[in-house]
């Protein structure tokens, strides 16, 4: 598969975006990450949580309603192998378009921090945008609006990005579900369970003089049952 992602997430205050911000700095403990590699990551428009909040609050208006999207966070890669069998360079080249992508629908000054992590198990930019609209308001609903605004944005985005660097956009119309940043971000980065086989051969009948144990085609026969049971739901949830 190679299709573009592109997952989208309203916060509505300022400490759901401080917290979303320490884990894109790693100021907070990160087990999906790997430190060694946490220095290759890239940090656009702010070097820390706290620059990106000032960032934040330089664009937020002084009244904000109750309940108001102060930030969108969006997150934005590819199927993870696509993703990882491209060039670093080719990595940066899908970013920076994406980026382009995001200035052009919001204005470059809303988006105000972007960051790419190379140190998960799939590289992804991640970026925050105060949602001003074309009038000056703080209106989140304007970009993102509901199922059918979503859907025009993922095709303008496979469109104008995604197909250049050969990623294509999902089936539209299909019954998948769109996930938010906060979900699909901990899927992506969940780890595999191992798989429990009881590799020793099964004794079928115990009598005083021998001991009767699987046959060669027998244990083989089990072990794949055993090891089929536990990935059918990672097969079904993949298919």
């Keep these: 598969m190679n299709f573009v992602i592109l997952r989208t997430q309203k916060l509505k205050s300022k400490g759901a975006i401080c917290r979303?911000?320490?884990?894109?700095?790693r100021?907070?403990?990160t087990p999906n990450a790997d430190p060694k590699l946490t220095p290759e990551n890239t940090h656009i428009g702010a070097q820390s949580s706290d620059e990106a909040m000032a960032a934040v609050n330089a664009r937020l208006p002084d009244k904000i309603r109750k309940n108001g999207v102060m930030a969108i966070e969006y997150l934005i890669t590819a199927s993870p192998e696509a993703m990882t069998a491209k060039s670093r360079k080719d990595q940066d080249n899908y970013f920076h378009d994406s980026l382009a992508w995001l200035k052009a629908k919001h204005g470059a000054e809303n988006v105000v921090y972007a960051g790419i992590h190379r140190d998960e198990?799939?590289?992804?930019?991640?970026?925050?945008?105060?949602?001003?609209?074309?009038?000056?308001?703080l209106n989140a609903r304007h970009f993102l609006g509901g199922a059918k605004a979503l859907n025009a944005m993922q095709t303008d985005f496979a469109q104008q990005v995604g197909v250049k660097h050969d990623f294509q956009r999902g089936i539209e119309g299909s019954k998948a579900t769109h996930q938010r940043v906060q979900s699909f971000y901990g899927q992506i980065n969940q780890p595999q369970a191992p798989l429990t086989v009881d590799k020793e051969r099964k004794v079928l009948?115990?009598?005083v003089f021998s001991t009767t144990v699987e046959s060669d085609e027998e244990?083989?026969?089990?072990i794949i049952r055993e090891v089929n049971k536990q990935i059918q739901p990672s097969i079904e949830k993949a298919t």
């Design 219 to 222: 244990y083989q026969a089990r």
């Design 20 to 25: 979303s911000t320490k884990h894109a700095f």
């Design 27 to 29: 100021e907070q403990d």
């Design 205 to 207: 009948k115990k009598g």
């Design 121 to 137: 198990k799939t590289p992804h930019m991640y970026a925050y945008v105060v949602p001003i609209d074309p009038k000056g308001k």
